[in-house]
């Protein structure tokens, strides 16, 4: 079976929020991930990628359907998943896998098309897996290659690689909802890089108050300082809420508004609608509160769908794509192909020195030779020696089933004893 790359994932594109909650990983469970899937079977290489959008696992391996064995184990053993939930995740192998990852980390993939984010999250994951020593040769030149698509695709594309952040979407949902803002009170919760967003694309608007509230009064007053808003105390949550016309959730804990409390501070509203827009995955708003009379809510998929419907995205996936696709035919083949490269290296060697062992026991019994003699059967050796190399070096080029040829050869002309052997002299 030849060596190949395996994606095994779950995204926007295959899953509900409510599922991806389930199997997003935090940065100690990503670090318990690599070090449990490079021992797994048939794992050689492996990056796990997980954000508000997908959890992924780039697999390279001599045997895909043994490593997709070894992911169904993991995610079984460590998210409890199953059988029925299996479903949601996709697998990809060979150039389809190679061409995913060239689509997310251009941001082709995402929501949000040319989102930065997508880039700097595969860029943090990659980083990950090179700290805990789980890529080596296949996967550092694979993302090697994805960013190198990404550049050309942001290049050629222009400012059609730019066109929206989700902090821009939630305020084009405030406006879809609320009209003019100038004369609105909006209350983000949160005070992180993605609140900071958040409020700065508010002021863009000339919002009539924004008030920031966080579990960290000091992180909501930096911020405060920072974008000139204002910050309270978390403790006074519901009272904001109370006098709010949408709340923005951007925070990173546990649920923050409940549809019993809501509901509550509904009927005090007497009427008034609410808008609830919750950034954070998890969720910090609860999803039931959309059942309540009054209250709009959006989610991050429901400012996806936003975004997914517009023409110019769709026009500029399109073009993505023929350049992602013209990028990733053949780089498979071309990164095995430079796989070989030290096993035909160490073969032609090997030959060599086979051909300078039979040289000497030759002259020892039938010499000494005329230098003649000697030149003549020199080039004699190193003619074989060419046929031979080159022979077996095209077919491990370009023949099906290189993994298991590459093997052969090597245990063939014992080219790890030879490795070994050279690494006893350096030291010496």
Not at 152 to 180: K, P, W, Y
Not at 258 to 273: Q, Y
Not at 302 to 324: F, G, K, S, W, Y
């Amino acid at each position: 079976m030849e060596p190949t790359l395996v994606v095994i994932g779950i995204s926007l594109r295959s899953a509900k929020l409510a599922m991806r909650e389930r199997f997003l990983l935090d940065a100690g469970q990503r670090a318990t991930a690599l070090s449990s899937l490079v021992r797994s079977d048939a794992v050689d290489e492996v990056i796990v990628h997980s954000n508000c959008n997908r959890t992924e696992f780039l697999v390279w391996t001599q045997d895909a359907s043994e490593a997709s064995n070894s992911i169904l184990r993991f995610l079984t053993r460590c998210n409890n998943l199953k059988l029925v939930e299996w479903s949601n995740f996709y697998r990809l192998v060979g150039d389809a896998a190679v061409a995913h990852v060239l689509s997310v980390t251009s941001g082709s993939d995402s929501a949000i098309f040319g989102d930065p984010d997508a880039a700097n999250s595969v860029l943090a994951s990659w980083q990950e897996a090179q700290r805990a020593g789980t890529t080596g040769r296949f996967l550092d030149s694979l993302m090697a290659k994805a960013f190198n698509v990404a550049g050309r695709i942001r290049q050629e594309l222009g400012t059609m690689t730019s066109m929206m952040t989700v902090a821009e979407a939630a305020v084009d949902a405030l406006r879809g909802n609320l009209g003019d803002l100038k004369q609105r009170r909006i209350l983000v919760l949160g005070a992180g890089q993605l609140a900071h967003s958040v409020v700065r694309e508010l002021q863009r608007d000339e919002i009539g108050e924004i008030t920031v509230i966080n579990r960290s009064l000091d992180h909501a007053q930096q911020l405060a300082r920072q974008c000139k808003v204002r910050a309270v105390h978390s403790e006074g949550l519901w009272e904001q809420v109370l006098a709010a016309d949408a709340v923005l959730s951007a925070a990173a804990q546990r649920t923050l508004l409940t549809r019993e409390e809501l509901s509550v501070v509904m009927r005090e509203r007497r009427e008034r609608p609410l808008l609830a827009i919750d950034l954070a995955v998890p969720r910090t708003i609860d999803p039931e509160i959309r059942t309540l009379d009054g209250v709009t809510a959006f989610d991050l998929d429901d400012l996806c769908d936003l975004a997914e419907a517009a023409p110019t995205r769709r026009q500029a996936v399109h073009m993505a794509e023929r350049i992602i696709a013209l990028e990733a035919a053949g780089f498979r083949g071309k990164l095995l192909s430079e796989a070989v490269v030290p096993t035909i290296s160490g073969m032609r060697e090997r030959l060599e020195q086979i051909c300078h062992e039979e040289m000497e026991q030759l002259s020892e019994q039938f010499g000494p030779f005329t230098e003649d003699q000697q030149l003549a059967l020199t080039a004699f050796s190193a003619h074989i020696t060419q046929r031979i190399s080159a022979t077996l070096a095209r077919q491990l080029k370009t023949m099906p089933g290189r993994g298991e040829l590459t093997t052969a050869i090597q245990q063939l002309f014992q080219l790890e004893e030879l490795a070994s052997e050279r690494n006893v002299n350096l030291c010496d």
